[in-house]
């Protein structure tokens, strides 16, 4: 009888709809996003809010910092580690040789977008 239950119930998972998109504040994701943003408080279609990045302090542009989650001295030089990272976005606060503003990480360095 166990055996019954267990292929329904996975007959009944097999045949649910899923998606590897995500909606965060939405409904359905829009097509071909992975991550669609949006405000539960709009209206006319007009989002409010807005994405916010990681504050972070950058102090050599060619370097990850230990303060990200699961980075340290001995791994953050890595081939994987910098691969993996590669398009992230954060906002570095700014220092006296380094300028305030968004970056994104291409796998080697960190490079300047704006801010």
């Given at each position: 009888?166990?055996?019954?239950?267990?292929?329904?119930?996975?007959?009944?998972?097999?045949?649910?709809?899923?998606?590897?998109?995500?909606?965060?504040?939405?409904?359905?994701?829009?097509?071909?996003?992975?991550?669609?943003?949006?405000?539960?408080?709009?209206?006319?279609?007009?989002?409010?809010?807005g994405?916010?990045?990681s504050?972070?302090?950058?102090?050599?542009?060619?370097?990850?910092?230990?303060?990200?989650?699961?980075?340290?001295?001995?791994?953050?030089?890595?081939?994987?580690?910098?691969?993996?990272?590669?398009?992230?976005?954060?906002?570095?606060?700014?220092?006296?040789?380094?300028?305030?503003?968004?970056?994104?990480?291409?796998?080697?360095?960190?490079?300047?977008?704006?801010?």
């Open positions: 009888m166990e055996k019954v239950y267990f292929i329904l119930l996975m007959t009944i998972l097999c045949a649910l709809p899923s998606t590897a998109q995500v909606a965060v504040g939405g409904q359905r994701p829009e097509p071909g996003t992975i991550i669609d943003l949006n405000s539960p408080n709009s209206d006319n279609n007009r989002t409010r809010g994405l916010l990045l504050n972070v302090t950058l102090t050599d542009l060619a370097d990850i910092p230990t303060s990200f989650p699961g980075i340290t001295s001995a791994n953050k030089n890595t081939t994987e580690i910098k691969k993996a990272l590669t398009g992230m976005m954060i906002w570095n606060i700014g220092n006296a040789s380094i300028k305030k503003g968004v970056y994104i990480w291409d796998s080697e360095k960190w490079v300047y977008i704006g801010g």
